[in-house]
């Protein structure tokens, strides 16, 4: 009875709509302001207007007859499915949309105006130096400083240290890179090993000796192969002082590229391993080489304890500008930050380099002849032409001098009578011979310089921590604390240049396939671990434990190691040799596909309904993966799954910690086809072809896209049979643009193709909250508007060529010297144009000769139809000394301002500079960028790190791929000629302002919306398409499964559940960290009615009873990598609070 009253309404509903329909074209017709209201006399020309009125209206009649016969189907549909529930089908519009039925729920869009204060920015953070402004007035001319190339002279008067003797720490280091010239296996075998080795002999020998260490995944591998009498004698010396691990992060990451996820995931394999094997808590980072430095670094130090910092790589402008001011030492703060709380003590190095000849002090003529593994007979020596002299005694006073006039002159450029003296390079001290002549020869200059008081001098050897522990002292405060007099600082320093106009901004995009690899790595990971969390948890939870396959933890462990290496500066930059690069790619692809199958074991478990029946079988994956690669270098092939009459399973997990409303898509070998839900409710399906290029439909090969609502983190159960009922299927109409192109179709029965051999005519796609038009010749965006909007916004996409310069420096993999503007991309032939429509999504894809770009519009409610999905397959392998952008074209006004992310943790500001070249305004951009004025603002997500830049107003641009044939000479003598086919995922985000937020414009601090932070997450967590593998005999029935009690307040995002190691490595322990985050967000964009549902909750958390079917036994806040409790563990009822822009860690027991 019920079902007959429900197909009884939706009837009336669907006629009442072709009803209105009528009456609106009826009045069109009526109301039409053209039509002549004079009676009498028709003239001629009034004849005709009536002729096409009548024309209009009988048109109109038989688009409104369509409708009428789609409502009787519909009818015919819901009486035929009277015995299930009725499928409620979209239906085409007049107008050529598609209109989907309304959803039964409503959206609901909750947030506080408290939890809008926060980007307003009431307490804005006071700074000394923030580096907008700073950059804004320097003059960046690069003036010869003399022996000091890009500095000045430096003087002082010899009595300065009489009241205050000057204190010196020289601290040895070998800068190891984990792959580069060499892989990472090959460097550790022929140096690595051997440095580790004569480490341990040539401490022991004098305990006034230092060393610094900071690559963990070096150490860990070393650590692995000695004896337990060698660990023992390194436990000892990292007791006494004498050997410090600094910042202990697996690899010393780039700044530029990595993700925040990545970053604090290496940052703890480092820290946990150091806790496990010696016990030891870095305190102080050592960053020497990255190219650039990050504000996210320092934040993620100082929530993982660490109290200060050593920076390298800095603009030499910069430098020389903080030296002459004396600011090199400086707090670096937050942009957000209110209360101090994010402040770490940071410590610019101020010279060219951090080699030997670069750091006692600006004359690296002098200092290089203290560098004694450059003394004569040996492989290298100073280009200076002055060789190092062995110290005696008859030649010591005069060289002790000659050193102490450079760490004097070097010591005037800070504040405090402390001085720092690093003493190393890359791969240093690797042979025992090394290691005697630079602490012999060191030992007597300060035994000679220690031993005259009037000198008023204390030298000695010292790790980084010895310098700040007195350098603290000094100035008479704790760590952590700020010294009096320092400035604070907020901003980052990018981009980097070392000399002239040499701009380190090619980095930010070469080997971009990599780039991309790395970050589905990443995803990949994060939902293995959160999968394998809930697994574990349940299995321990129902007494199942020990039957999951609990050894997959040893998997997790190495792809964090993988992906924790790939993060290293010379691999996730693509700046290492291509036997390397390749190298990287099998690590990445080796985790990648275990991490399939971590997933799939989760998955297994958890979508069981009866929990007895579970049973691992390794060779027998209950799950098959949802794609293949079959090289390190290849593109993805998605599975194609083979139906029969018999329904086949597949699981959609969803990666997000909110509900996500989304178009699945999934190949079948089949266009007969039938979806349905876990309760066998058949949904409606979009069927489209699967092209194999152009003009090539694959055979055999469908894809099927349906419309479903999918659980935070859940684990969704379809059923996927081959029908010949297609009632609820709806194919996708193709047109083909050949322009003039004498190609030939490949096309099946199964979808009808309108080709079109000439046309110019422009045409556009709409859902039901966007328009986005074409332009006929080209197949590109031209104008983008809401729908409901009168004025179309100009939003233009082209391709780009820039070249390289013809002079002696060129581009390479670190540089960028293009060879002036970018020059129109053009292509050998038109373009083929393919444009596809349909109920659930409608696309426009456009073959060029060197890239395919596919515009896609969903037509889904909420954060998926909002904007336009854009993907570019590039293919330059053809091409010489040329790099290819793609530029977005607005009307938006945004006066050279524009907004990048750093590591997706944080927005900064940039400003266009005129007074700088080209190259030098080019940012990095892991996962956003955007441009706005007061009433728009145009947001690129990125699902891969590029470089990006506005270069005038209203534009956007991203670098996609560079081809460079020659090395930019820093070191690494190759060019980058080891191009990939690279899919480039973005989503292109148009939103409207509103007045509340414009007077912070001005403000070195931005955010995302809301809606922003979402669409990033959807293209960055894709959800995963899983078929149940085993057909005969059927497997046991799988069940939905739903992790949480409820979603996580909308800006929440929960970076990680990670479960820790055991005692036996390659085991969990019953101990999980939480990692959560909390963003911040922007409320001055539009965001009701937008059909999205967001809730916050002022910061608010509440973990009892958030696990569905699970206890959380104990909750203890602890710093960001696990080292340090921050309270006391608390059993359940633990409400968590976090800041907007927090990540907090938390150690779980769930019960």
Same mark, same amino acid.
């Given at each position: 009875? %019920?079902?007959?009253?429900?197909?009884?309404?939706?009837?009336?509903?669907?006629?009442?709509?072709?009803?209105?329909?009528?009456?609106?074209?009826?009045?069109?017709?009526?109301?039409?302001?053209?039509?002549?209201?004079?009676?009498?006399?028709?003239?001629?020309?009034?004849?005709?207007?009536?002729?096409?009125?009548?024309?209009?209206?009988?048109?109109?009649?038989?688009?409104?007859?369509?409708?009428?016969?789609?409502?009787?189907?519909?009818?015919?549909?819901?009486?035929?499915?009277?015995?299930?529930?009725?499928?409620?089908?979209?239906?085409?519009?007049?107008?050529?949309?598609?209109?989907?039925?309304?959803?039964?729920?409503?959206?609901?869009?909750?947030?506080?105006?408290?939890?809008?204060?926060?980007?307003?920015?009431?307490?804005?953070?006071?700074?000394?130096?923030?580096?907008?402004?700073?950059?804004?007035?320097?003059?960046?001319?690069?003036?010869?400083?003399?022996?000091?190339?890009?500095?000045?002279?430096?003087?002082?008067?010899?009595?300065?240290?009489?009241?205050?003797?000057?204190?010196?720490?020289?601290?040895?280091?070998?800068?190891?890179?984990?792959?580069?010239?060499?892989?990472?296996?090959?460097?550790?075998?022929?140096?690595?090993?051997?440095?580790?080795?004569?480490?341990?002999?040539?401490?022991?020998?004098?305990?006034?000796?230092?060393?610094?260490?900071?690559?963990?995944?070096?150490?860990?591998?070393?650590?692995?192969?000695?004896?337990?009498?060698?660990?023992?004698?390194?436990?000892?010396?990292?007791?006494?002082?004498?050997?410090?691990?600094?910042?202990?992060?697996?690899?010393?990451?780039?700044?530029?590229?990595?993700?925040?996820?990545?970053?604090?995931?290496?940052?703890?394999?480092?820290?946990?391993?150091?806790?496990?094997?010696?016990? #030891?808590?870095?305190?102080?980072?050592?960053?020497?080489?990255?190219?650039?430095?990050?504000?996210?670094?320092?934040?993620?130090?100082?929530?993982?304890?660490?109290?200060?910092?050593?920076?390298?790589?800095?603009?030499?402008?910069?430098?020389?500008?903080?030296?002459?001011?004396?600011?090199?030492?400086?707090?670096?703060?937050?942009?957000?930050?209110?209360?101090?709380?994010?402040?770490?003590?940071?410590?610019?190095?101020?010279?060219?380099?951090?080699?030997?000849?670069?750091?006692?002090?600006?004359?690296?003529?002098?200092?290089?002849?203290?560098?004694?593994?450059?003394?004569?007979?040996?492989?290298?020596?100073?280009?200076?032409?002055?060789?190092?002299?062995?110290?005696?005694?008859?030649?010591?006073?005069?060289?002790?001098?000659?050193?102490?006039?450079?760490?004097?002159?070097?010591?005037?450029?800070?504040?405090?009578?402390?001085?720092?003296?690093?003493?190393?390079?890359?791969?240093?001290?690797?042979?025992?011979?090394?290691?005697?002549?630079?602490?012999?020869?060191?030992?007597?200059?300060?035994?000679?310089?220690?031993?005259?008081?009037?000198?008023?001098?204390?030298?000695?050897?010292?790790?980084?921590?010895?310098?700040?522990?007195?350098?603290?002292?000094?100035?008479?405060?704790?760590?952590?604390?700020?010294?009096?007099?320092?400035?604070?600082?907020?901003?980052?320093?990018?981009?980097?240049?070392?000399?002239?106009?040499?701009?380190?901004?090619?980095?930010?995009?070469?080997?971009?396939?990599?780039?991309?690899?790395?970050?589905?790595?990443?995803?990949?990971?994060?939902?293995?671990?959160?999968?394998?969390?809930?697994?574990?948890?349940?299995?321990?939870?129902?007494?199942?434990?020990?039957?999951?396959?609990?050894?997959?933890?040893?998997?997790?462990?190495?792809?964090?190691?993988?992906?924790?290496?790939?993060?290293?500066?010379?691999?996730?930059?693509?700046?290492? %040799?291509?036997?390397?690069?390749?190298?990287?790619?099998?690590?990445?692809?080796?985790?990648?596909?275990?991490?399939?199958?971590?997933?799939?074991?989760?998955?297994?478990?958890?979508?069981?309904?009866?929990?007895?029946?579970?049973?691992?079988?390794?060779?027998?994956?209950?799950?098959?993966?949802?794609?293949?690669?079959?090289?390190?270098?290849?593109?993805?092939?998605?599975?194609?799954?083979?139906?029969?009459?018999?329904?086949?399973?597949?699981?959609?997990?969803?990666?997000?910690?909110?509900?996500?409303?989304?178009?699945?898509?999934?190949?079948?070998?089949?266009?007969?086809?039938?979806?349905?839900?876990?309760?066998?409710?058949?949904?409606?399906?979009?069927?489209?072809?699967?092209?194999?290029?152009?003009?090539?439909?694959?055979?055999?090969?469908?894809?099927?896209? #349906?419309?479903?609502?999918?659980?935070?983190?859940?684990?969704?159960?379809?059923? #996927?049979?081959?029908?010949?009922?297609?009632?609820?299927?709806?194919?996708?109409?193709?047109?083909?643009?050949?322009?003039?192109?004498?190609?030939?179709?490949?096309?099946?029965?199964?979808?009808? #193709?309108?080709?079109?051999?000439?046309?110019?005519?422009?045409?556009?796609?709409?859902?039901?909250?966007?328009?986005?038009?074409?332009?006929?010749?080209?197949?590109?965006?031209?104008?983008?508007?809401?729908?409901?909007?009168?004025?179309?916004?100009?939003?233009?996409?082209?391709?780009?060529?820039?070249?390289?310069?013809?002079?002696?420096?060129?581009?390479?993999?670190?540089?960028?010297?293009?060879?002036?503007?970018?020059?129109?991309?053009?292509?050998?032939?038109?373009?083929?144009?393919?444009?596809?429509?349909?109920?659930?999504?409608?696309?426009?894809?456009?073959?060029?000769?060197?890239?395919?770009?596919?515009?896609?519009?969903?037509?889904?409610?909420?954060?998926?139809?909002?904007?336009?999905?854009?993907?570019?397959?590039?293919?330059?392998?053809?091409?010489?000394?040329?790099?290819?952008?793609?530029?977005?074209?607005?009307?938006?006004?945004?006066?050279?301002?524009?907004?990048?992310?750093?590591?997706?943790?944080?927005?900064?500001?940039?400003?266009?500079?005129?007074?700088?070249?080209?190259?030098?305004?080019?940012?990095?951009?892991?996962?956003?960028?955007?441009?706005?004025?007061?009433?728009?603002?145009?947001?690129?997500?990125?699902?891969?790190?590029?470089?990006?830049?506005?270069?005038?107003?209203?534009?956007?641009?991203?670098?996609?791929?560079?081809?460079?044939?020659?090395?930019?000479?820093?070191?690494?003598?190759?060019?980058?000629?080891?191009?990939?086919?690279?899919?480039?995922?973005?989503?292109?985000?148009?939103?409207?302002?509103?007045?509340?937020?414009?007077?912070?414009?001005?403000?070195?601090?931005?955010?995302?919306?809301?809606?922003?932070?979402?669409?990033?997450?959807?293209?960055?967590?894709?959800?995963?398409?899983?078929?149940?593998?085993?057909?005969?005999?059927?497997?046991?029935?799988?069940?939905?499964?739903?992790?949480?009690?409820?979603?996580?307040?909308?800006?929440?995002?929960?970076?990680?559940?990670?479960?820790?190691?055991?005692?036996?490595?390659?085991?969990?322990?019953?101990?999980?960290?939480?990692?959560?985050?909390?963003?911040?967000?922007?409320?001055?964009?539009?965001?009701?009615?937008?059909?999205?549902?967001?809730?916050?909750?002022?910061?608010?958390?509440?973990?009892?009873?958030?696990?569905?079917?699970?206890?959380?036994?104990?909750?203890?806040?602890?710093?960001?990598?696990?080292?340090?409790?921050?309270?006391?563990?608390?059993?359940?009822?633990?409400?968590?609070?976090?800041?907007?822009?927090?990540?907090?860690?938390?150690?779980?027991?769930?019960?």
């Amino acid at each position: 009875m %019920k079902l007959k009253k429900q197909v009884t309404v939706c009837g009336a509903a669907i006629f009442c709509v072709a009803v209105f329909s009528l009456y609106l074209m009826l009045d069109r017709v009526q109301h039409d302001p053209a039509r002549p209201h004079s009676a009498g006399n028709f003239p001629r020309s009034q004849i005709s207007v009536l002729q096409n009125r009548i024309e209009q209206l009988e048109q109109l009649l038989e688009e409104n007859h369509e409708i009428i016969v789609h409502i009787k189907d519909s009818v015919l549909e819901l009486t035929a499915n009277a015995e299930g529930q009725p499928v409620l089908l979209p239906f085409h519009m007049p107008n050529g949309s598609w209109m989907l039925p309304p959803e039964g729920r409503p959206s609901f869009y909750s947030v506080s105006s408290q939890d809008c204060q926060f980007a307003l920015g009431s307490g804005a953070p006071k700074t000394d130096l923030q580096m907008l402004a700073v950059s804004a007035l320097l003059p960046y001319d690069n003036q010869d400083g003399g022996v000091w190339k890009q500095g000045f002279d430096i003087t002082y008067e010899p009595n300065e240290w009489d009241t205050e003797p000057l204190q010196v720490f020289v601290v040895p280091h070998s800068h190891n890179d984990p792959g580069w010239i060499k892989t990472f296996d090959k460097y550790y075998f022929d140096q690595t090993q051997h440095i580790l080795n004569s480490m341990v002999v040539k401490l022991q020998e004098d305990p006034r000796r230092r060393f610094i260490w900071s690559e963990i995944s070096f150490f860990s591998k070393w650590w692995d192969n000695i004896s337990a009498q060698k660990r023992a004698a390194v436990r000892r010396l990292v007791g006494n002082g004498q050997l410090e691990m600094a910042t202990g992060g697996w690899v010393m990451p780039d700044e530029a590229n990595s993700h925040y996820f990545a970053m604090i995931d290496q940052l703890i394999e480092g820290h946990q391993w150091l806790e496990k094997n010696i016990g #030891v808590m870095p305190r102080s980072g050592w960053a020497v080489d990255p190219f650039g430095h990050s504000s996210t670094m320092p934040y993620l130090l100082r929530r993982a304890n660490l109290t200060s910092m050593l920076i390298q790589r800095i603009h030499y402008a910069i430098k020389k500008h903080f030296a002459a001011t004396q600011n090199l030492e400086f707090m670096w703060r937050q942009s957000w930050d209110t209360d101090s709380s994010t402040d770490i003590l940071c410590h610019m190095m101020p010279f060219y380099s951090y080699d030997v000849p670069h750091t006692c002090g600006p004359d690296p003529k002098i200092c290089c002849q203290f560098d004694f593994k450059r003394l004569p007979g040996g492989r290298i020596n100073c280009p200076w032409k002055v060789p190092p002299k062995a110290i005696t005694s008859a030649n010591v006073a005069e060289r002790a001098l000659l050193l102490l006039d450079q760490y004097r002159k070097k010591s005037k450029l800070y504040r405090c009578k402390v001085l720092l003296v690093p003493l190393g390079d890359d791969f240093r001290y690797d042979k025992p011979q090394e290691w005697d002549a630079q602490f012999l020869n060191y030992q007597r200059l300060f035994d000679y310089l220690n031993a005259h008081p009037d000198l008023h001098v204390q030298a000695q050897f010292g790790t980084l921590s010895d310098y700040f522990d007195a350098l603290y002292k000094r100035v008479g405060i704790v760590p952590g604390m700020r010294p009096p007099g320092f400035p604070v600082l907020s901003g980052d320093f990018f981009s980097y240049a070392d000399r002239e106009d040499h701009y380190w901004t090619g980095y930010f995009t070469s080997r971009p396939f990599y780039k991309s690899m790395g970050r589905v790595l990443e995803a990949h990971l994060r939902s293995a671990e959160i999968l394998y969390s809930l697994a574990v948890s349940h299995a321990r939870h129902a007494g199942m434990d020990s039957k999951y396959p609990l050894s997959d933890y040893a998997m997790l462990t190495d792809a964090r190691r993988n992906l924790g290496l790939f993060q290293h500066h010379d691999a996730i930059t693509g700046t290492a %040799k291509e036997a390397v690069v390749v190298d990287y790619g099998v690590r990445l692809l080796h985790s990648l596909m275990n991490l399939k199958r971590v997933i799939i074991n989760a998955a297994h478990y958890l979508v069981l309904g009866d929990k007895e029946a579970y049973h691992y079988d390794p060779a027998v994956p209950f799950l098959g993966p949802d794609e293949v690669r079959l090289n390190q270098d290849s593109l993805p092939e998605k599975t194609v799954i083979r139906l029969d009459a018999a329904p086949r399973f597949v699981i959609v997990f969803n990666p997000l910690e909110q509900e996500r409303l989304s178009v699945v898509s999934f190949l079948v070998n089949t266009p007969r086809v039938r979806v349905s839900n876990e309760e066998g409710q058949p949904l409606a399906v979009q069927l489209s072809a699967w092209w194999t290029s152009a003009t090539d439909m694959a055979p055999e090969v469908y894809q099927v896209s #349906v419309m479903i609502r999918l659980q935070p983190l859940g684990l969704t159960v379809l059923q #996927v049979s081959k029908s010949f009922d297609n009632h609820n299927t709806l194919r996708s109409t193709v047109r083909l643009l050949l322009h003039g192109r004498d190609l030939p179709v490949r096309k099946h029965e199964a979808f009808p #193709v309108r080709i079109i051999p000439t046309a110019t005519e422009d045409f556009c796609l709409e859902n039901q909250q966007i328009r986005a038009c074409f332009s006929g010749p080209s197949g590109l965006l031209k104008s983008v508007s809401h729908v409901g909007e009168e004025q179309e916004r100009r939003l233009q996409n082209q391709f780009l060529i820039y070249g390289t310069r013809s002079t002696k420096d060129k581009s390479g993999a670190y540089l960028f010297l293009p060879d002036g503007e970018a020059k129109p991309y053009v292509s050998k032939d038109p373009p083929v144009v393919r444009v596809t429509e349909g109920p659930f999504f409608s696309e426009v894809a456009v073959y060029y000769q060197h890239v395919q770009e596919v515009v896609r519009l969903s037509n889904v409610p909420g954060v998926d139809g909002l904007s336009l999905e854009i993907s570019c397959l590039v293919d330059i392998r053809d091409h010489v000394n040329k790099e290819l952008a793609l530029r977005f074209s607005t009307d938006i006004d945004s006066k050279g301002t524009f907004f990048t992310d750093l590591n997706g943790f944080q927005i900064q500001p940039r400003q266009y500079l005129k007074k700088l070249p080209l190259q030098a305004n080019f940012y990095p951009m892991p996962v956003m960028a955007y441009i706005q004025d007061r009433q728009s603002r145009l947001t690129l997500h990125t699902a891969q790190a590029l470089g990006a830049s506005s270069l005038s107003s209203g534009q956007l641009e991203v670098i996609l791929d560079r081809r460079l044939m020659q090395d930019d000479n820093r070191g690494l003598g190759q060019g980058l000629k080891d191009n990939k086919r690279t899919c480039h995922r973005f989503r292109l985000l148009l939103e409207r302002r509103s007045t509340a937020e414009k007077g912070q414009d001005g403000r070195p601090v931005s955010f995302p919306s809301l809606l922003s932070h979402m669409t990033s997450m959807h293209l960055n967590a894709e959800v995963l398409v899983m078929p149940v593998a085993q057909e005969k005999p059927p497997p046991p029935t799988p069940r939905s499964f739903q992790p949480f009690s409820a979603p996580l307040p909308c800006d929440f995002h929960l970076l990680n559940l990670r479960t820790l190691q055991g005692e036996d490595d390659s085991l969990p322990s019953p101990e999980t960290a939480l990692i959560l985050h909390r963003k911040g967000f922007d409320c001055g964009l539009e965001a009701r009615n937008l059909g999205f549902n967001c809730t916050t909750t002022l910061g608010m958390l509440p973990l009892s009873g958030f696990f569905q079917g699970l206890e959380v036994a104990s909750v203890q806040p602890s710093s960001l990598t696990l080292m340090y409790p921050l309270a006391p563990a608390s059993s359940n009822g633990t409400v968590v609070h976090l800041d907007p822009m927090e990540i907090a860690t938390f150690r779980l027991r769930l019960g």
